[in-house]
């Protein structure tokens, strides 16, 4: 089955550096990729996802990014501030037509302020 | 704007009791999810149900079971809970769409139920 690899486990910038975090993916046949934000005690959130016919999807300071022939794919948040503090999962859908999502083990970033 | 609940944010039963966890979704959605979150694993999938009735396993189902009777509620049984069942249960929905290779979207996600098995 699908397999989603993420890193780093935990990440630490200050106010108004860039954050990257990264994945990668095991089946080819994959074809949509979400990110989701978990803040603490609350539920995880979209904040953004790509589609295998695109390389790149920017939303005001969040971008992915999909490398397609090496499996995988990237959130960089800029201009980081406090409450991008949160703990962040990729996910990648199991096969292409698949409803069902095989998600990373997250990433946890803190912007110190 | 999506809503869905989850019957309780906090639930402690006994080693070997029966467990019910309730999830209503009020957007009409077809797709629903049972997730386990356990610290530094992620978002393990239990049960995945696409329609009234049915239902496909997911990564983790043993001791587990789910029902979906109407279309907005989906239930997931512990069947005898085990104090390895400690975790925090989220349920989420999702659009069927017109399905094809495009088929996924957006999963919206309940508040969760953290369960402690004693």
Redo the contacts between chains.
């Keep these: 089955?699908e397999n989603v690899e993420?890193h780093p486990?935990t990440l630490s910038v200050q106010e108004g550096d860039s954050a990257v975090i990264k994945c990668t993916y095991s089946d080819s046949a994959s074809?949509?990729f979400?990110w989701y934000k978990q803040e603490l005690g609350?539920?995880?959130?979209?904040i953004i996802?790509i589609?295998s016919n695109v390389g790149e999807k920017k939303d005001q300071r969040i971008a992915v990014t999909l490398n397609k022939t090496a499996k995988h794919f990237s959130l960089h948040i800029t201009e980081t501030q406090p409450e991008d503090s949160a703990v962040y999962?990729c996910a990648a859908?199991r096969g292409?037509?698949?409803?069902?999502?095989?998600?990373?083990?997250?990433t946890k970033l803190s912007v110190i302020p | 704007d999506v809503k869905v609940t989850q019957s309780s944010r906090y639930l402690v039963k006994r080693t070997g009791e029966k467990v019910f966890l309730e999830c209503v979704q009020d957007m009409d959605h077809e797709n629903m999810f049972w997730y386990r979150q356990d610290p530094g694993l992620g978002l393990r999938l239990i049960y995945f149900s696409y329609d009234v009735k049915m239902k496909e396993k997911g990564d983790i189902p043993e001791g587990y079971s789910v029902s979906r009777e109407k279309k907005e509620r989906f239930s997931l049984i512990l069947e005898s809970a085990s104090t390895n069942q400690t975790s925090m249960y989220l349920c989420a929905s999702s659009l069927r769409g017109r399905g094809g290779v495009w088929a996924s979207y957006e999963q919206y996600f309940g508040p969760g139920t953290r369960l402690t098995v004693t």
């Design positions: 089955g993420q486990s074809n949509y979400p609350k539920r995880p959130q979209l996802d589609r999962f859908s292409a037509g698949s409803y069902q999502l095989t998600f990373g083990k997250g």
